[in-house]
């Protein structure tokens, strides 16, 4: 029996670093999950605010805004911020395609020695709206 006195504390000496790299790890998994899900939301919203826009033009500025404001309402903070909006086929029965690029910055989780940041990018497309267009075909 006293040959075993003080084993339990070595054990968690040797266990806590292991839970805490497990832990972290989980944490790392979660924020790209939440990213993923934050930059698809605003690809999809930018090519839906595009698609309903009265012209090409209002349809690119239509798309980087919707998808600045969702990034920027949501927990995840871009370190850069890319909104393409693709108007090449911007017509009735057309499609509008909107592609978000999101550098997340990792940094703060540097005891898993994960890189610092990661790109993360979208691409949705939506059929432009022929009730809201008065495009003439």
Known sequence: MRTQRGSAAIELTLVTPTLLVL???VVFVGRLVQARASVDTA???AARAASIAPGPDLAATAGQSAASADLDTGSTTCRQLTVEVDTADFRLGGTVSATVTCTVDLG???LLSVPATK???STFA???DTYENEIAP
């Open 23 to 25: 832990l972290l790890f």
């Open 43 to 45: 690809a999809r919203d």
């Open 108 to 110: 703060d989780l540097g």
């Open 119 to 121: 790109s993360i990018t």
């Open 126 to 128: 939506e059929p432009v």
